[in-house]
């Protein structure tokens, strides 16, 4: 195979799920100095859990803000799920667990609860503390944050995490990587995700309040209306899904019978879309 193919077939791979920023080897280790793994394994779990998906109204579609992935108000899971997943013992389990809480991590509470009309007890149910979890991540600290459809956003204060400078530039990179990865793997493009100006477009529409999923949304609109068509295929690129259109994009997906005539370059360029000036 050669390189080409390579990364062709690279690029084809759509990668989701779990994340573990660098950070995080730094962050939870042992006394003497060796990573813990299984903790870091067990809180990269809890955290996909916990990180927020958008709420749409089901028959409308309109935002209505930001949600976990699961119903209940905590993260419910057992030691026997967790050790068949993950392939540990639920003595590690337990004790990962435990060294996550005492890093102020996550906490754990027992409940007797209903399931199916039969009593159980003692389940387990996990919280996350996503402050101690921005300290250890590399992400700014942002005080009176209100949480009204909204997860807090990085401010512009100093950060506050071990690691320095390097450590908060990591964890934006593996964001980078996911999100340019994406729009690569869609378009059969190869942009790279170390552009300044790419990074930049991204920090703006995160700190608006967007998240990786809304960036894979875009994606997905503008590929679906612009995808193999000679006059917009070019135009699949972060300067213009990126741009401060990124909000229009997200919400209107344009049918690919219903493309705007004319003028289209002029705009594309600033990144705007000429379907939202209708």
């Known amino acids: 195979m050669n390189q080409q193919d390579f990364m062709e077939h690279m690029l084809s791979i759509n990668i989701e799920g779990h994340v573990i920023p660098h950070a995080?080897?730094?962050?939870?280790?042992?006394?003497n100095g060796k990573v813990d793994l299984n903790s870091i394994v067990l809180l990269s779990e809890i955290v996909y859990w916990y990180r927020p998906v958008a709420d749409k109204d089901k028959l409308t579609g309109e935002f209505k803000g930001y949600k976990t992935k699961f119903d209940a108000d905590k993260l419910q899971r057992s030691y026997k799920a967790l050790c068949s997943q993950f392939g540990l013992t639920t003595k590690q389990v337990r004790e990962a667990l435990k060294?996550?809480?005492?890093?102020?991590?996550?906490?754990?509470?027992?409940?007797?609860?209903?399931?199916?009309?039969?009593?159980?007890?003692?389940?387990?149910?996990?919280?996350?503390?996503p402050i101690k979890l921005k300290q250890i991540s590399g992400v700014r600290i942002q005080k009176d944050v209100s949480l009204e459809g909204n997860t807090p956003l990085p401010s512009k204060e100093t950060p506050s995490f071990p690691g320095g400078k390097d450590v908060y530039k990591d964890y934006y990179t593996e964001i980078y990587k996911e999100i340019v990865s994406f729009l690569n793997q869609q378009t059969g493009k190869a942009f790279k995700h170390t552009t300044p100006k790419t990074q930049k477009l991204i920090r703006d529409r995160l700190k608006e309040g967007n998240t990786v999923d809304d960036f894979?949304?875009?994606?997905?609109?503008?590929?679906?209306s612009w995808k193999g068509d000679p006059k917009w295929d070019e135009y699949l690129r972060p300067v213009t899904l990126f741009s401060n259109k990124f909000e229009g994009y997200l919400n209107k997906n344009v049918p690919a019978n219903k493309k705007p005539a004319g003028g289209f370059a002029q705009f594309a360029e600033k990144g705007d879309d000429p379907s939202d000036k209708e």
Do not use: P
Request: net charge positive; hydrophobic share 45%.
């Open 24 to 31: 995080w080897f730094n962050a939870l280790k042992f006394e």
């Open 216 to 224: 894979k949304q875009v994606i997905r609109n503008k590929v679906a």
């Open 99 to 129: 060294r996550l809480e005492d890093k102020g991590l996550v906490k754990r509470e027992f409940r007797n609860v209903n399931v199916k009309g039969k009593q159980m007890s003692n389940a387990m149910f996990i919280s996350l503390d």
